[in-house]
């Protein structure tokens, strides 16, 4: 167990409309990191938050935000949602920059499907 | 552009048999190198990691080998077991920042008995 958890497991949305995924796990997980599967791919990097902003971001559209609160806790909330959409959204815990570990702790996935 | 991929989709080890997953990678300023294994409606799961330094690091049944001269990884695993049957990933990290990975796109091991 890594000790990540995500909600919902599964969502069903139809195009346009929004949809907001979460992620939460054990204290001491200061960075998070969001990413895209889509079926028989590997994941793609979304973005990452650390201590609440955003420390960088992959080649995603703007339609692709994040939250991270003071528990640690993060939400990922596209808009306006197209087909393409479709996929597994993972989000990945660390102890962040200045930790020794770099190990990624990833929840098991929200899959979006999108009508 | 600068890409992490795998060469094989699909490998096919019999029970314990040594399974060999090969991977490129062309980002020459990768310092850091990590293997994934992801089972049906998992997340991927953590096997083991290597760092630019080395050319070699062991884990429990894996080894991992670092090639940088030839910008390539691989992950081999000992007496494979059906559990082992999953996709595997190989990841890079981006360099720029802290833990943001660029995945492979991924190799289905299936072991047969």
């Known amino acids: 167990e890594t000790g990540v958890t995500q909600s919902p497991t599964h969502l069903i949305k139809t195009r346009g409309q929004q949809v907001t995924l979460r992620c939460s796990s054990q204290?001491?997980?200061?960075?998070v990191s969001w990413y895209q599967q889509a079926l028989g791919q590997g994941p793609q990097f979304i973005f990452q938050y650390y201590r609440e902003e955003e420390n960088g971001r992959g080649n995603f559209p703007p339609r692709f935000s994040g939250l991270q609160f003071p528990n640690y806790s993060s939400e990922l909330n596209v808009n306006a949602l197209e087909l393409d959409d479709s996929a597994l959204y993972l989000c990945a815990r660390s102890h962040g920059p200045g930790n020794s570990s770099d190990e990624q702790f990833f929840g098991p996935g929200t899959r979006l499907t999108v009508l | 552009g600068e890409s992490v991929g795998l060469h094989l989709p699909t490998l096919s080890v019999q029970e314990g048999d040594n399974s060999i997953i090969n991977c490129a990678y062309s980002n020459s300023a990768s310092d850091y190198f990590i293997w994934y294994k992801q089972e049906s409606g998992k997340g991927p799961q953590f096997i083991i990691d290597?760092?630019?330094?080395?050319d070699k690091r062991q884990g429990q049944r894996v080894t991992v080998l670092l090639n940088k001269t030839v910008k390539h990884l691989s992950l081999q695993i000992a007496a494979t077991q059906p559990g082992d049957s999953a996709v595997y990933f190989c990841?890079?990290?981006?360099?720029?920042?802290?833990?943001?990975?660029?995945f492979g796109a991924g190799t289905q091991v299936v072991v047969t008995p």
């Open positions: 204290s001491g997980h200061n960075t």
């Open positions: 990841a890079e990290n981006l360099g720029d920042s802290w833990g943001k990975l660029q």
């Open positions: 290597i760092r630019s330094n080395m």
